[in-house]
């Protein structure tokens, strides 16, 4: 079954608003998880680590004032798109390190802004 | 982190085995060979990983020659469902950073019938 949830599967917003995903372990803690971007017919691109208890760390070039993550919990993620715009319509994908080294994938949440 | 390189795409036609090899000329000597597959939609979904030789498990093999400069997966008998996108990555799995992926273009299967 899975390991990592994401909600929502989908979202369409207007333009300037923000959306908050969520991202989810449901077998066993996890104090980092990541967040991955993927735009069509494109493959995924790491955007940032999340740290339970701590600051994200973001790759260069991904706005952290613009794509806010929160790792309150031990099981949950939340990357929040700020002032969203059509540029920002995506894939958004967290992951989180398996006990066998293998990365687990969450289901992904498309985000269409219009 | 080592740069991979795959084919594009492939095609092949259902019950056929299929080998899709990857690049990795500058492998470290602490990196392992990770494969996923994604559909659609979906996010990335764990296949096999392995250091050298070969590996199997129930869904496909790795064979990782002495040199480890690359490595193939093969998959047994293909059917439709196979049909996916397949991401080789290479990567020190002992490392704290291990989970920072950095996905190359990958695969594009196509399993026709």
């Known amino acids: 079954g899975a390991v990592v949830s994401q909600h929502p599967s989908w979202v369409i917003c207007k333009s300037g608003t923000s959306v908050k995903i969520e991202c989810r372990s449901l077998d066993f803690q996890a104090t980092t998880m990541f967040w991955y971007r993927q735009f069509p017919k494109q493959s995924l691109m790491l955007m940032a680590t999340s740290n339970e208890g701590s600051k994200a760390t973001y790759e260069q070039g991904v706005e952290k004032d613009k794509f806010l993550i929160n790792h309150a919990s031990l099981t949950l993620s939340t990357l929040t798109v700020t002032s969203a715009h059509p540029e920002d319509s995506s894939f958004y994908i967290c992951s989180k390190t398996g006990g066998f080294d293998e990365q687990f994938f969450g289901p992904g949440t498309r985000l269409t802004v219009l | 982190l080592a740069k991979t390189t795959q084919p594009i795409s492939m095609d092949s036609y259902e019950g056929q085995e299929v080998n899709i090899t990857c690049s990795h000329n500058?492998?470290?000597?602490?990196?392992?060979i990770t494969w996923y597959q994604q559909f659609p939609s979906q996010g990335p979904r764990f296949i096999i990983q392995?250091?050298?030789t070969k590996v199997t498990n129930e869904v496909a093999s790795l064979f990782i020659p002495a040199d480890r400069k690359s490595s193939t997966l093969s998959l047994p008998r293909v059917s439709l469902s196979d049909t996916a996108v397949y991401y080789c990555l290479v990567g020190d799995v002992g490392s704290t950073s291990y989970g920072k992926l950095t996905f190359g273009q990958g695969t594009i299967l196509t399993v026709h019938p």
């Open positions: 500058n492998i470290a000597t602490n990196d392992y």
């Open positions: 392995g250091y050298k």
